[in-house]
């Protein structure tokens, strides 16, 4: 039986139409909510052709939407700010697994005004607006670092699955923004996507640890999908991998399956990573009724 999460308010009941890490199986769900939520029109902010592919295969790789000036000085903000956490404490900064380097950074679009910038640029926003049909806010923000011959790999996930089951967000109507901050190459470490994986929930097994956020964001253990499940969307649907020039922008849907692997190569591989949510998708109470993961890993004041 599916359970159920309640608004802060306690008013409302939400059915939970994901449930995940419940049962000793893995399971394979369809997906129940729209891609795109808006009507194309020649208004809209892609061609007609994006938003088809995007919809089909749950991904959108747009090459050099921004340009060099703009990236120098990002990547610039981005060289300052790893230096200065390397041996700076921060509950924000994740370290690499096993060392002290620094993995990503947290909620850059609260504390850094360089990065608050990206995340309301207009051009973006038109596009995320459109997709999700209607206004949105930033769930989620952070820095990737993964350089050259250390940069270790993220694993195959569905992000939906865990903001759904740790966060408590209700429905698939959020997306990701990877913003380049160096070329990306096949071989440094850039994502790997399963293209049309999104139509697909994959319900993972095993009980959520309390405060697994601490150790998940190193690596992670609990809501990871099953091999067999894996194999079976490879299979039909292939594995893609989006590459190009610093300033490349690959927007990708909440649920769609994606990784990396660690980055051997001697060229770094930095990126800007925006999550936006639908304002009428506001997170709920965790649907593993655990409590809520801190803000700065899910926003919740809108304030």
């Given at each position: 039986?599916?359970?159920?999460?309640?608004?802060?308010?306690?008013?409302?009941?939400?059915?939970?139409?994901?449930?995940?890490?419940?049962?000793?199986?893995?399971?394979?769900?369809?997906?129940?909510?729209?891609?795109?939520?808006?009507?194309?029109?020649?208004?809209?902010?892609?061609?007609?052709?994006?938003?088809?592919?995007?919809?089909?295969?749950?991904?959108?790789?747009?090459?050099?939407?921004?340009?060099?000036?703009?990236?120098?000085?990002?990547?610039?903000?981005?060289?300052?700010?790893?230096?200065?956490y390397q041996h700076v404490p921060s509950d924000e900064v994740i370290r690499?697994?096993?060392?002290?380097?620094?993995?990503?950074?947290?909620?850059?679009?609260?504390?850094?005004?360089?990065?608050?910038?990206?995340?309301?640029?207009?051009?973006?926003?038109?596009?995320?607006?459109?997709?999700?049909?209607?206004?949105?806010?930033?769930?989620?923000?952070?820095?990737?670092?993964?350089?050259?011959?250390?940069?270790?790999?993220?694993?195959?996930?569905?992000?939906?699955?865990?903001?759904?089951?740790?966060?408590?967000?209700?429905?698939?109507?959020a997306l990701s923004c990877s913003i380049a901050?160096?070329?990306?190459?096949?071989?440094?470490?850039?994502?790997?996507?399963?293209?049309?994986?999104?139509?697909?929930?994959?319900?993972?097994?095993?009980?959520?640890?309390?405060?697994?956020?601490?150790?998940?964001?190193?690596?992670?253990?609990?809501?990871?999908?099953?091999?067999?499940?894996?194999?079976?969307?490879?299979?039909?649907?292939?594995?893609?991998?989006?590459?190009?020039?610093?300033?490349?922008?690959?927007?990708?849907?909440?649920?769609?399956?994606?990784?990396?692997?660690?980055?051997?190569?001697?060229?770094?591989?930095?990126?800007?990573?925006?999550?936006?949510?639908?304002?009428?998708?506001?997170?709920?109470?965790?649907?593993?009724?655990?409590?809520?993961?801190?803000?700065?890993?899910?926003?919740?004041?809108?304030?």
């Open positions: 039986m599916p359970r159920s999460a309640y608004t802060s308010s306690h008013t409302e009941e939400v059915i939970d139409h994901y449930p995940s890490r419940q049962a000793d199986r893995p399971q394979l769900l369809p997906r129940k909510d729209p891609v795109v939520y808006s009507q194309w029109s020649s208004a809209a902010p892609l061609a007609r052709e994006q938003s088809q592919f995007y919809a089909r295969n749950g991904y959108l790789f747009l090459e050099q939407f921004f340009g060099e000036e703009e990236i120098a000085a990002w990547r610039k903000e981005l060289n300052r700010l790893q230096e200065h690499e697994p096993g060392g002290s380097e620094v993995r990503s950074i947290f909620a850059v679009h609260r504390n850094n005004d360089i990065f608050a910038q990206v995340a309301s640029h207009p051009r973006l926003k038109a596009i995320v607006d459109y997709v999700l049909g209607s206004q949105t806010y930033v769930h989620q923000s952070r820095i990737n670092y993964k350089p050259g011959f250390t940069g270790k790999e993220f694993y195959w996930h569905s992000d939906f699955e865990t903001w759904h089951v740790e966060d408590g967000m209700p429905s698939m109507r901050l160096e070329d990306n190459y096949t071989f440094n470490g850039a994502l790997m996507v399963i293209p049309g994986s999104h139509q697909h929930f994959i319900a993972c097994v095993g009980q959520t640890p309390e405060d697994h956020y601490k150790d998940s964001l190193r690596r992670q253990e609990y809501g990871v999908p099953d091999q067999d499940s894996l194999t079976a969307l490879a299979k039909e649907h292939g594995i893609d991998m989006p590459v190009g020039k610093a300033g490349s922008v690959l927007l990708f849907d909440c649920n769609l399956m994606h990784g990396s692997a660690s980055n051997i190569s001697p060229y770094p591989r930095s990126n800007v990573f925006i999550v936006y949510n639908s304002v009428d998708n506001r997170l709920l109470t965790p649907y593993s009724g655990q409590k809520p993961r801190p803000e700065y890993i899910a926003t919740r004041d809108q304030t």
